[in-house]
């Protein structure tokens, strides 16, 4: 049966709602025709909510990628030509794909193979779980999506990482604290009453192997603990778990006094303890497949075990005891950042944490940020990763771009991702990267987790801006596999995203990869950090001074009339020492020390010669010209591609690119008029001049609400 599909556009213009399970119909006949005929017949060889997520996600894919309708069988799988299920229940799933192909993919992995049963050739997507057959099912319809011939598939994948979660900054009135989407998806007051948006959103997460959601902000409200809001959950948990999707909950540590009114929350104390006990019982009664709790203790006011004179591992490990009986786990956060001022902040949670390693229990997990300070444009890896051998790390990293342009730049985080992971710690010899720490391999660790601050809100597209999906998508993707290109990540998003014409993927793909260093360099080129406003962390702000001096730009950046940088060599802060003995000399050495970060680790004279040979004031001042000249050639891009992308998704995107244009040179303008204060010297050939002063840039404001920031008063 055939299905008239509707040309691109024309019926509605498009919001951005179905992210990457679009699903149009595709533009090559000669491979449609293919699939048609190499996957006429479809059996899912078993029956489960999980398996009927696969067999409607089949329905819902396969009559709009092809303008047809393939026939699902239950029975006879024999009959069929792709065949998706569990070996473990399936004598047919079994009978094609070998035992020892099967044990290698753990309980979430999955195989595509295309054996020749009978005379004919078959599609077989199997694994040893629902879970991983489902996962593969998602798989073989990326396939399909981005046109890619059958004939020669094969493949075999299983997750690196067993905790692939999304962390919701979300609160239970609704906002979202660093969110740039819209209010909360979770409706609380509906809930338990469940819409079509969650189980969508569970789809999604699945698409890309996502298997956890913390449901709320980690500056956690006790009363989500509470019966109210426990069936709220276990509603939620319901509708996620036939996608594999465990819930999580943040547990504010002073919920014993807050709703179960005792006087103390020390955890040593053993009414606290026997509390902790009961409120877990109590939550797996509502969620039996209940993940754990997520932590942020002792850090910007947050309660936590040191107000009783305890430490970070006294805390966890009450949570965890109560936790491990039902197999839960402890999520617990290592950003910490004191009540006093320190001399480098940067160096805390090193210190803090490193003489409790071998303390927590085997069910906590430290969740670590990727850097030492606080999701910035870059910054080194943070020193933890590799200096805990004795304590499961999970990397924490963040999606919504909280210091990138929040819902408005453009900016492509995989290479962000990509360059944490792939970093060498050297702590065991080279080849000791983060990625190796992360999943357990390198240290022997058997929990192992990946966290990605979510950006995800109750706006028609989800993520504020079209393009802030692929940050979505390339974290799920890397987290089940962090080997993954940003190149072929950003290829797959593309044309399931937008198009499969091979000239604009070309250009897109290219438009998203420059995009990092674009920020990079019109924010904080050369290892510079921290300099934005310290509100909305939106635009430049190098001149603020506070009275709690780390929370100010001015003591990231000690700019002066000698130079720039903090110096956090053994001359100054001594933060290089934190790292093994090989990348403490690489980035200790001035001729060592990678231009990114030069002024993350030194404190440099503004005459200075680089390896470029020029000046350290020109190469700044060409790194903020760069910046604004990426945007605007990614603007020209962009606008190349119109023929291939619906009007109301151009549109948006040319919008917002054109924001972007001007606060980047908002960004340049003000930071090189600043710190041209500290050099007295002219701008080199080939970057603009300054329109306006530096009070003029000084006395701009954004508004603010955080979830839709403008500085709409920049010319």
Same mark, same amino acid.
Do not use: C
């Given at each position: 049966m055939a299905f008239a599909v509707a040309p691109l556009g024309a019926s509605r213009a498009e919001t951005g709602y179905e992210l990457w399970l679009r699903y149009r119909l595709l533009s090559r006949t000669a491979r449609r025709r293919e699939y048609i005929e190499l996957l006429n017949r479809i059996s899912i060889d078993g029956r489960s909510p999980t398996l009927d997520a696969a067999r409607e996600e089949l329905e819902r894919a396969i009559p709009s990628l092809l303008g047809h309708k393939l026939p699902i069988i239950w029975e006879k799988p024999s009959r069929a030509n792709l065949l998706v299920g569990n070996a473990t229940q399936s004598k047919a799933i079994r009978s094609l794909v070998g035992e020892k192909e099967l044990a290698a993919l753990g309980a979430q992995g999955f195989v595509i193979r295309r054996p020749v049963v009978d005379g004919k050739r078959v599609t077989v997507v199997a694994a040893n779980t629902d879970i991983g057959a489902l996962y593969g099912t998602f798989a073989l319809l990326r396939e399909l999506q981005m046109e890619r011939p059958l004939d020669s598939l094969e493949m075999t994948s299983a997750p690196r990482v067993r905790r692939r979660v999304l962390d919701h900054w979300d609160n239970l009135d609704g906002t979202v604290e660093r969110g740039y989407a819209g209010r909360s998806l979770w409706d609380w007051p509906a809930l338990p009453r469940i819409s079509q948006r969650y189980r969508d959103y569970a789809r999604t997460n699945a698409s890309i192997g996502i298997n956890g959601t913390v449901l709320t902000n980690v500056n956690a409200d006790a009363k989500v603990l509470t019966p109210e809001y426990l069936v709220k959950v276990a509603a939620l948990a319901d509708e996620f778990r036939p996608y594999g999707i465990t819930v999580y909950l943040t547990a504010r540590f002073s919920a014993p006094m807050e709703i179960g009114h005792l006087t103390t929350a020390d955890p040593l104390d053993s009414a606290v303890r026997a509390w902790w006990r009961t409120k877990v019982d109590e939550i797996y009664r509502y969620v039996p497949d209940f993940g754990g709790f997520l932590v942020k203790a002792n850090s910007e006011g947050q309660p936590g075990p040191q107000d009783y004179h305890r430490t970070h591992a006294d805390g966890a490990n009450m949570l965890a005891d109560a936790l491990a009986p039902h197999g839960g786990v402890v999520m617990w956060r290592a950003f910490v950042y004191s009540n006093s001022v320190p001399t480098d902040r940067v160096k805390q949670a090193y210190e803090e944490f490193t003489p409790l390693d071998g303390q927590f229990r085997a069910n906590v997990l430290l969740q670590t940020k990727n850097g030492p300070l606080d999701f910035q444009p870059r910054e080194p890896f943070h020193p933890l990763f590799g200096a805990m051998p004795k304590t499961a790390q999970m990397i924490e990293f963040q999606i919504t771009k909280e210091y990138l342009g929040e819902d408005t730049h453009l900016v492509y985080l995989a290479p962000l991702f990509s360059e944490v992971l792939?970093?060498?710690?050297?702590?065991?010899?080279?080849?000791?990267?983060?990625?190796?720490?992360?999943?357990?391999?390198?240290?022997?660790?058997?929990?192992?987790?990946?966290?990605?601050?979510?950006?995800? +809100?109750?706006?028609?597209?989800? $993520?504020?801006?079209?393009? %802030?999906?692929?940050?979505? &998508? =390339?974290?799920?993707?890397? !987290?089940?596999?962090?080997?993954?290109?940003?190149?072929?990540?950003?290829?797959?998003?593309?044309?399931?995203?937008?198009?499969?014409?091979?000239?604009?993927?070309?250009?897109?793909?290219?438009?998203?990869?420059?995009?990092?260093?674009?920020?990079?360099?019109?924010?904080?080129?050369?290892?510079?950090?921290?300099?934005?406003?310290?509100?909305?962390?939106?635009?430049?702000?190098?001149?603020?001074?506070?009275?709690?001096?780390?929370?100010?730009?001015?003591?990231?950046?000690?700019?002066?009339?000698? +130079?720039?940088?903090?110096?956090? $060599?053994?001359?100054?802060? %001594?933060?290089?020492?934190? &790292? =093994?003995?090989?990348?403490? !000399?690489?980035?200790?050495?001035?001729?060592?020390?990678?231009?990114?970060?030069?002024?993350?680790?030194?404190?440099?004279?503004?005459?200075?010669?680089?390896?470029?040979?020029?000046?350290?004031?020109d190469e700044l001042a060409l790194h903020y010209q760069a910046g604004v000249d990426s945007v605007r050639a990614m603007q020209h891009a962009w606008r190349s591609v119109r023929a291939s992308i619906d009007n109301a998704r151009f549109d948006e995107t040319e919008r917002f690119l054109s924001i972007q244009e001007r606060e980047a040179r908002w960004w340049r303008d003000a930071v090189l008029a600043y710190f041209g204060t500290f050099s007295h010297l002219p701008l080199p050939a080939g970057v603009e001049a300054p329109a306006h002063s530096l009070a003029f840039y000084m006395s701009i404001r954004c508004p603010s609400d955080q979830h839709k920031p403008r500085c709409d008063d920049i010319p």
């Open positions: 792939n970093s060498d710690t050297y702590v065991q010899g080279v080849g000791s990267t983060v990625a190796k720490i992360v999943d357990g391999r390198l240290q022997g660790q058997r929990e192992t987790g990946i966290a990605g601050v979510a950006n995800i +809100g109750s706006d028609a597209n989800w $993520t504020g801006s079209q393009f %802030n999906q692929a940050n979505w &998508y =390339a974290f799920g993707r890397l !987290a089940w596999d962090p080997a993954l290109s940003s190149a072929s990540i950003a290829e797959e998003w593309t044309r399931m995203t937008f198009t499969n014409d091979s000239s604009a993927v070309r250009t897109i793909v290219h438009l998203m990869l420059v995009s990092r260093e674009a920020v990079v360099n019109y924010m904080t080129p050369l290892g510079l950090a921290h300099i934005m406003g310290t509100n909305h962390h939106y635009g430049p702000a190098p001149w603020v001074r506070l009275a709690r001096a780390d929370w100010s730009p001015v003591y990231y950046h000690r700019a002066d009339s000698m +130079g720039i940088g903090f110096d956090r $060599t053994e001359k100054g802060s %001594n933060a290089v020492a934190q &790292y =093994a003995p090989a990348v403490r !000399a690489r980035y200790a050495g001035r001729a060592t020390v990678p231009d990114s970060l030069l002024l993350w680790f030194h404190h440099v004279g503004w005459t200075e010669r680089l390896a470029s040979g020029r000046t350290l004031w």
